[in-house]
């Protein structure tokens, strides 16, 4: 059974480009969230998606957006890079069951370098 | 709002020895509480997590941890720390209700050396 998958690994990118990032959530999961590691610090949260719509979302600017295709798996798009974009987005999905405790597992990430 | 705190950005330790890694939140809900661990160049792996009834939780590798909701503490501990052990690991909380996510402390480097 393949976990989450991430796709691509490394990318660089120059100021003002545009990006998107894959991901693949683990067989039988149904929602993804998206997270940005910056070099030292924990990650942060950016938005989760559900039913192909964005149900919960941090405090990141409309640059970030994001898309969930019918079979789960979803796309991070950041526009008007910025050199403070640059960090290691790492993807999570998770089974959504009502009520209960939902675990959320980790893709390996990818790391964006903008110059 | 959720903020967890983890007041070492680095702990050295040496092989064999006992190691804690403190974690404290903040929260005005009822929270889960998790560790996780990141080696480098890799996503963060699931240590263990706490959601209810027994405050002491075990989790792979050997670790534990402790929940204290009256110190809202919630300390990873190993007795007898591998140099495999060296990695950045984090501490998070999240709601225990519907689409919540994580929030992440900024981490603790466990240097494990001989």
């Known amino acids: 059974d393949a976990g989450v998958t991430q796709s691509p690994t490394h990318l660089i990118k120059t100021r003002g480009q545009q990006v998107t990032l894959r991901c693949s959530p683990k067989s039988g999961h149904d929602t993804v969230s998206w997270y940005q590691q910056a070099l030292g610090q924990g990650p942060q949260f950016i938005f989760q998606?559900?039913?192909?719509?964005?149900?919960q979302r941090g405090n990141f600017p409309d640059r970030f957006s994001g898309h969930q295709f019918p079979n789960y798996s979803s796309e991070l798009n950041v526009n008007a890079l910025l050199l403070g974009d640059s960090a290691l987005y790492l993807c999570a999905s998770s089974h959504l069951r009502r009520g209960l405790y939902n675990e959320q597992f980790f893709g390996p990430g990818t790391r964006l370098t903008v110059l | 709002a959720q903020s967890v705190t983890q007041l070492d950005s680095q702990v050295p330790v040496f092989e064999e020895a006992p190691v804690e890694l403190r974690c404290n939140y903040s929260s005005s809900v009822s929270v889960y509480l998790f560790w996780y661990v990141q080696y480098p160049n890799q996503g963060l792996q699931l240590l263990l997590k706490?959601?209810?009834?027994?405050?002491l939780v075990k989790g792979i590798n050997g670790f534990e941890a402790e929940f204290n909701k009256s110190q809202t503490s919630f300390h990873l501990r190993k007795p007898s720390v591998h140099i495999s052990d060296t990695a950045e690991y984090f501490c998070a909380v999240r709601m225990n209700t519907g689409f919540q996510k994580l929030v992440f402390g900024t981490g603790t480097r466990l240097l494990v050396s001989p």
């Open positions: 706490y959601l209810s009834g027994s405050t």
């Open positions: 998606y559900y039913e192909e719509e964005e149900r």
